[in-house]
């Protein structure tokens, strides 16, 4: 698969899924979308790792509760549209790379316990938006960074925001007219 879409956007009118329908506008290729508000995930408890632990031991990949881990691994590109609020991206988003992290499809170990990631993906980019201004980027962005650095095995990760677009006497449209306009430059610089 060429591009991977995971949309983590839940508002109707999503500032965040306007940028990113920009983002994939501009890289003008065909994609799949998983659309996080759509779908229920298991909850990850005891039993959930113990299946988990126990299919990919035994190299069962083809079982129904890899079928996000094997998707994500097979893309050659992947965008994520997560707002930020509450001091991090939608609870889906989390749940769904729980469902990603699996030892044998995304990521193995070395013997001394280092990750190596198994990813085909060159790039990831996430796009979000922001009310305020504080965005801490180890709660968002510097999160799913560390993943796709330290495990998935995907160097290049790139961040596309808007934020402050609820401040008092800022003017949204214009901070998302510029986010676009920078989005619009992306295929020129990856020539």
């Known amino acids: 698969m060429e591009l991977l879409f995971i949309n983590a956007c839940v508002r109707e009118g999503s500032r965040t899924k306007r ?48 079928k996000w881990a094997k998707q994500f691994a097979e893309a050659e590109e992947i965008v994520i549209a997560a707002p930020y609020w509450d001091l991090s991206f939608p609870a889906s988003l989390k749940q769904y790379l729980e469902q990603v992290n699996v030892v044998g499809l995304t990521f193995k170990y070395t013997k001394e316990g280092v990750p190596i990631g198994l990813c085909r993906a060159g790039r990831i980019y996430v796009v979000t938006t922001a009310g305020g201004h504080f965005v801490p980027e180890e709660y968002g962005f510097g999160y799913i960074k560390a993943l796709a650095e330290g495990y998935y095995g995907i160097r290049d990760v790139r961040l596309i925001s808007a934020v402050g677009l609820d401040v008092l006497g800022s003017d949204a449209e214009a901070i998302l007219s510029s986010a676009e306009n920078k989005i619009g430059l992306i295929k020129e610089k990856s020539r």
Do not use: G, Q
């Not at 940028?19 to 979308?33: C, G, H, P, Q, T």
């Not at 299946?51 to 509760?65: G, T």
């Open 19 to 66: 940028l990113a329908d920009k983002l994939l506008s501009v890289l003008n290729k065909s994609y799949e979308e998983v659309d996080l508000k759509d779908i229920i995930f298991p909850v990850v408890d005891e039993s959930f790792l113990n299946e988990r632990d126990r299919l990919s031991s035994e190299n069962k990949f083809d079982a129904p509760m890899f």
